[in-house]
């Protein structure tokens, strides 16, 4: 089974910066996907952003286009989120996710799942 493990967030001022790692170990599938999903407090788990196998054309959700960027090391099986000019809006637990093959924009595609890590945000 694929197992994922994050790594990086913690607390950060607006406008400030942060590094998510995430680390996939254990049955590696060749074009399996990778995404980063985050969850506020009392909300449903959102979209963040999203890379395939190759690492071509990521996707990104509305809110941290322009501001994250995703990236991947197929050889290494890892993939970071750089997280730049921080809100408090960003304050969640962010979830590394992975499926067999493909991307998408919908935490039900995905059947791996990391325990999340903690980003806080302060104003």
């Known amino acids: 089974q694929l197992q994922l493990v994050e790594s990086g967030g913690g607390m950060a001022q607006a406008g400030g910066s942060l590094r998510l790692s995430c680390a996939a170990s254990g049955r590696i599938y060749v074009r399996f996907g990778m995404a980063w999903f985050r969850q506020a407090p009392g909300n449903r788990r959102d979209f963040v952003a999203a890379?395939?196998?190759?690492?071509?054309?990521?996707l990104y959700g509305d809110s941290v286009k322009g501001r994250f960027t995703i990236s991947r090391n197929s050889a290494k099986n890892t993939m970071d989120l750089q997280m730049n000019n921080l809100t408090p809006d960003d304050t969640g637990t962010y979830y590394c996710?992975?499926?067999?093959?493909?991307?998408?924009?919908?935490?039900?595609?995905?059947?791996?799942w990391g325990q999340g890590t903690q980003v806080t945000v302060s104003a």
């Open positions: 890379i395939g196998w190759n690492g071509n054309s990521p």
């Open positions: 996710a992975a499926k067999e093959s493909g991307v998408g924009y919908g935490d039900w595609e995905y059947n791996y």
